[in-house]
């Protein structure tokens, strides 16, 4: 069964303990700029905003590649591989929801790939704010629950989801 994350941004507190754990495991180094999942802040508005691949059914930024590297593994994850990225940015721009990026060292595209089955940014989140959950109508339910504090407080929903 393929899973997801899902992210309660109510419960996000932006200490990035998940950046830096993603950092330590996929580049052995505590590096948040190379982390896979990006905190974004809006402290006048009080926004946190756990950013991290969505784990597309219909993924553009595969579509966009044209080397052929975004692909799914054996658990049906889409990951990068690092051998086949051409570093053309494609993928990045063709993502709308800013869950692919550019590793700063490699010059690489970088996405999360769920650690296999056991991601470490969710051992890592001590206030339970990001869960591994499989795709189906449950887990993606909970998905966007999980996101509905965000699209309240950016005026995008105004009514029950």
């Known amino acids: 069964m393929k899973h997801i994350l899902a992210v309660s941004m109510d419960l996000c507190t932006g200490c990035r303990n998940c950046e830096l754990a993603c950092s330590v495991r996929n580049t052995r180094s505590f590096t948040p700029?190379?982390?896979r999942i990006?905190?974004?802040?809006?402290e006048?508005?009080?926004?946190?905003?756990p950013v991290v691949c969505l784990q597309c059914d219909e993924p553009l930024c595969r579509n966009a590649c044209p080397s052929?590297?975004?692909?799914?593994?054996?658990f049906g994850t889409l990951t990068?591989?690092?051998?086949?990225?051409?570093?053309?940015?494609?993928?990045?721009t063709a993502c709308v929801y800013g869950g692919i990026a550019m590793d700063n060292k490699t010059l690489k595209a970088v996405k999360c790939d769920l650690c296999e089955g056991d991601p470490?940014?969710?051992?890592?989140?001590?206030?339970?704010?990001?869960?591994?959950v499989t795709a189906d109508a449950r887990g993606i339910?909970?998905?966007y629950k999980g996101i509905q504090v965000l699209s309240e407080a950016l005026g995008l929903v105004t009514e029950e989801m």
Do not use: F, T, W
């Open 33 to 35: 700029s190379r982390s």
């Open 38 to 42: 990006q905190i974004l802040k809006d």
């Open 44 to 49: 006048p508005r009080s926004i946190i905003a």
């Open 68 to 74: 052929g590297a975004i692909a799914e593994n054996d």
């Open 80 to 92: 990068v591989n690092q051998e086949a990225c051409i570093g053309c940015m494609n993928c990045v």
């Open 120 to 132: 470490a940014c969710v051992k890592a989140c001590e206030y339970g704010a990001l869960k591994l």
């Open 141 to 143: 339910d909970e998905r």
